[in-house]
């Protein structure tokens, strides 16, 4: 299922604990203190996992990580 | 005036052992930490051993968030830098961190994420290249994150002289608070190169031993069957501060800096200059710098790389600063032990030379079987030896000819 893959993806980039409560609208940059870096490369892993491509206008869009979710289901 | 400086704080990440008491405890029992390299395959290298880090936990120092975002070097910086912090016992919450800064040397930087990310660039684009690769990388990273673990806001910069820039950076530090430029400094030297690039560029120079099948026997400095240097990794990181700073907190002294000391070859990219005269003069302001005459010192702690060339250079530039006091000087290089820790191995080796004078104990120089009548000194051959030391001298000299000399003495009122 794709948002439990996103959310293994975020885990793993942010070097988070596997507790950490994450739902679809959870914010990277809010409520995972992630930064702009972090960001872009959870964008890079996200489409290596899923083979798409996310351009940096959609990426820029991205609230939380409904937003992602929704993205990248719509594409793949 | 002049202000004086203490050493009051040691912690370190070495192939021998983490934190001062294991590394001392392994140097001064002749305790090699060289074996066969296994970071990675080197079957295909002339050269496969190295000096690694052995169990190092990472998440013992810091968040596996804030790791993840440091090459390896960095790691060393960072926990380094919080074992000499601990070891100095200061109250974090009570220094001014405007008068706290960092001087931090390093020969090479993140060059592991450089190759890995390379390699990335190469199978599937420059769109892979990660957005941490520059500031992992680049070598200013270890003095900049330990500013930030630690909220170090004074002064803050990175020396890069090759094999000399611990013992740069710890001179330059001491120098910033001799100014009074800042009350307490975390200074020393972090590498992490053992890589397959970096192990292949030093054996294109012949520069490192093959003496791969007896690994704890390749280091032998001022030894005649010495064939190259070791590589190592690791950090050496000390805690500067201004004396009445440190006594007005009480603080345990391990000793005092009683000189700098600096110079360049200008003679050749790699090679030694003839007789080892930049050394020599590194030596020369060092003692100057503190008006200690040479007949005050003890000990020397070499840079004794365990290469042809340097050893007897270094071993000339010794005799020619010492004259008819060399023959009381115990000299030694603990990278018959350590391996050379390229960028970092001045830091240790300035532990080692605290310590040295703290405990009355000077570190062997181990391997030392086969004397090489060009270096005909007391390189306190394989044991270690007990003798009170008032005043220790440590060199470290780089590829570019850089010549950097430090100098510790007892603390006394």
């Keep these: 299922m794709t948002f439990e893959k996103v959310k293994e993806i975020i885990v793993e980039q942010l070097g988070l604990e596997e507790s950490q409560e994450i739902k679809k609208g959870t914010s990277l940059i809010n409520d995972l203190e992630a930064d702009s870096l972090d960001?872009?490369?959870?964008?890079?892993?996200?489409?290596?996992?899923?083979?798409?491509?996310?351009?940096?206008?959609?990426?820029?869009?991205?609230?939380n990580i409904g937003d992602i979710v929704d993205y990248v289901e719509k594409v793949k | 005036m002049k202000k004086r400086v203490v050493v009051t704080g040691l912690g370190c990440i070495t192939p021998v052992g983490h934190g001062k008491e294991e590394f001392w405890k392994s140097i001064t029992e002749g305790r090699s930490g060289i074996g066969k390299i296994t970071k990675f395959?080197?079957?295909?290298?002339?050269?496969?051993?190295?000096?690694?880090?052995?169990?190092?936990?990472?998440?013992?120092?810091?968040?596996?968030?804030?790791?993840?975002?440091?090459?390896?070097?960095?790691?060393?910086?960072?926990?380094?830098?919080?074992?000499?912090?601990?070891?100095?016992?200061?109250?974090?919450?009570?220094?001014?961190?405007?008068?706290?800064?960092?001087?931090?040397?390093?020969?090479?930087?993140?060059?592991?994420?450089?190759e890995e990310q390379h390699r990335k660039m190469l199978e599937k684009g420059p769109g892979r290249i990660s957005p941490f690769f520059i500031p992992m990388m680049i070598v200013n990273m270890a003095s900049g994150q330990?500013?930030?673990?630690?909220?170090?806001?004074?002064?803050?910069?990175?020396?890069?002289?090759?094999c000399a820039s611990a013992t740069n950076a710890i001179g330059e530090a001491?120098?910033?608070?001799?100014?009074?430029?800042a009350k307490m400094m975390i200074t020393g030297g972090t590498e992490a190169s053992i890589t397959p690039v970096s192990i292949g560029g030093?054996?294109?120079?012949?520069?490192?031993?093959?003496?791969?099948?007896?690994?704890?026997?390749?280091s032998r400095p001022f030894d005649n069957k010495r064939d190259g240097?070791?590589?190592?990794?690791?950090?050496?990181?000390?805690?500067?501060?201004?004396l009445d700073h440190a006594l007005e907190r009480g603080a345990e002294i391990y000793g005092e800096m009683a000189g700098y000391g600096m110079s360049a070859d200008a003679y050749h990219i790699t090679a030694p200059a003839p007789e080892g005269e930049g050394g020599?003069?590194?030596?020369?302001?060092?003692?100057?710098?503190?008006?200690?005459?040479?007949?005050?010192?003890?000990?020397?702690?070499?840079?004794?790389t365990s290469t042809p060339y340097n050893d007897q250079f270094e071993t000339m530039a010794i005799k020619s600063v010492f004259k008819d006091h060399v023959d009381n000087l115990a000299i030694s290089s603990t990278k018959s032990m350590t391996g050379h820790l390229l960028g970092a191995a001045g830091g240790i080796e300035a532990i080692a030379s605290v310590l040295a004078i703290k405990h009355g104990i000077i570190p062997?120089?181990?391997?030392?079987?086969?004397?090489?009548?060009?270096?005909?000194?007391?390189?306190?051959?394989?044991?270690?030896?007990?003798?009170?030391?008032?005043?220790?001298?440590?060199?470290?000299?780089?590829?570019?000819?850089?010549?950097?000399t430090i100098v510790f003495k007892k603390y006394q009122d």
């Design chain 2, 364 to 404: 062997p120089t181990i391997n030392y079987e086969d004397p090489d009548e060009e270096c005909d000194l007391n390189y306190t051959p394989n044991k270690a030896v007990k003798r009170n030391v008032n005043y220790a001298l440590s060199n470290s000299l780089g590829f570019g000819g850089h010549n950097a």
């Design chain 2, 41 to 114: 395959d080197a079957a295909d290298f002339p050269t496969q051993i190295a000096a690694e880090v052995k169990d190092f936990k990472v998440e013992d120092y810091m968040e596996k968030k804030e790791a993840k975002r440091m090459d390896l070097f960095v790691q060393y910086a960072v926990a380094g830098a919080k074992l000499a912090m601990e070891d100095s016992k200061i109250d974090a919450e009570k220094i001014d961190h405007e008068e706290f800064g960092v001087v931090l040397g390093s020969g090479i930087g993140g060059i592991a994420t450089f």
């Design chain 2, 202 to 218: 030093f054996c294109a120079m012949k520069a490192m031993s093959t003496a791969n099948d007896e690994p704890e026997k390749a």
């Design chain 1, 39 to 63: 960001a872009v490369e959870i964008v890079m892993a996200i489409e290596d996992e899923f083979g798409i491509e996310i351009p940096d206008e959609e990426a820029e869009n991205f609230k």
């Design chain 2, 174 to 181: 001491f120098k910033i608070i001799e100014r009074g430029d």
């Design chain 2, 280 to 304: 020599k003069r590194a030596m020369l302001k060092a003692l100057a710098d503190g008006n200690t005459p040479p007949e005050a010192i003890d000990y020397i702690n070499a840079h004794g």
């Design chain 2, 146 to 162: 330990v500013s930030m673990s630690l909220g170090a806001k004074g002064p803050n910069t990175t020396v890069v002289t090759a």
């Design chain 2, 229 to 242: 240097f070791v590589m190592g990794e690791g950090s050496g990181i000390l805690l500067l501060e201004e």
